[in-house]
């Protein structure tokens, strides 16, 4: 995660995470689309960085040799994790806008050739027609400065029974602002918009957990592409 999105400082944040981890609740998980058992993401927030990636692949229902998009990979954090879960047999789409960080990306991939580093910009992923099995949208929806294009274009690289799962924020109205973006009270999104977005436009939430990372306010809720 990036420091620059926050004015809280790491450590101010390491301290909040036991709080919030003696609030945790057991969160409702349905199991529709891909196969998988009861999971550890039914209790968030989670307590480390491993914790968290398990709780991801859980949800995304990833299998060794999937096909799985990181879109807005960052410096590819998250990346590496989804590709020891696919495996050298699989497939991980890391995509980003900024060119930096996608040569960032494609220094991971040497070591990780599983690891497929993809430029998109604000009108595309990067992403081909249903290319993927699953998709993680980790903190990122909420810096689409046109999501209903975005929203499409991963409609389109979904595979059927394919998961979606998006990681956000709650609006914190002392983050930077991020130029371009709607409208929604700060910096990020409610549960309630990012879902009445989603569900606008073609997806339908599967899984909704109100509490998620080290993150005060962070959650996460799981979408399929709905066909009609
Ligand atoms: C807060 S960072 C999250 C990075 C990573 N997912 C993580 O959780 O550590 C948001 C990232 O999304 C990228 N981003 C913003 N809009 C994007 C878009 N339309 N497509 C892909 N990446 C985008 C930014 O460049 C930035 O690296």
Not at 50 to 62: F, G, K
Not at 84 to 110: C, F, H, M, Q, R
Not at 172 to 177: L, N, V
Not at 179 to 205: N, Q, T, Y
């Amino acid at each position: 995660m990036y420091l620059s999105e926050f004015f809280i400082p790491r450590p101010g944040r390491l301290v909040v995470a036991p709080l919030l981890l003696l609030l945790a609740t057991a969160c409702s998980a349905s199991t529709e689309g891909r196969e998988a058992s009861a999971t550890k993401a039914d209790t968030t927030p989670h307590e480390s960085h491993d914790e968290e990636a398990d709780a991801m692949r859980e949800l995304l229902r990833l299998q060794p040799g999937d096909v799985v998009a990181d879109v807005g990979a960052g410096d590819g954090d998250w990346t590496e994790d989804l590709a020891a879960y696919v495996g050298e047999s699989g497939i991980v789409w890391a995509t980003e806008v900024d060119p930096d960080l996608v040569d960032e990306l494609k220094d991971l991939a040497k070591d990780h050739p599983q690891i497929r580093p993809v430029l998109g910009d604000q009108d595309k992923t990067g992403l081909t027609e249903n290319c993927c099995d699953a998709i993680l949208l980790r903190l990122v929806y909420h810096h689409f400065t046109d999501p209903t294009v975005m929203r499409a274009d991963l409609h389109r690289a979904l595979r059927p029974d394919a998961r979606l799962l998006v990681v956000e924020i709650t609006p914190q109205r002392g983050w930077r602002e991020l130029d371009g973006v709607p409208e929604r009270g700060g910096h990020g999104i409610s549960m309630a918009r990012l879902i009445e977005e989603m569900e606008s436009d073609g997806f339908r939430a599967v899984e909704r957990l109100e509490e998620w990372g080290d993150e005060e306010d962070e959650f996460a809720v799981v979408f399929v592409a709905t066909t009609e």
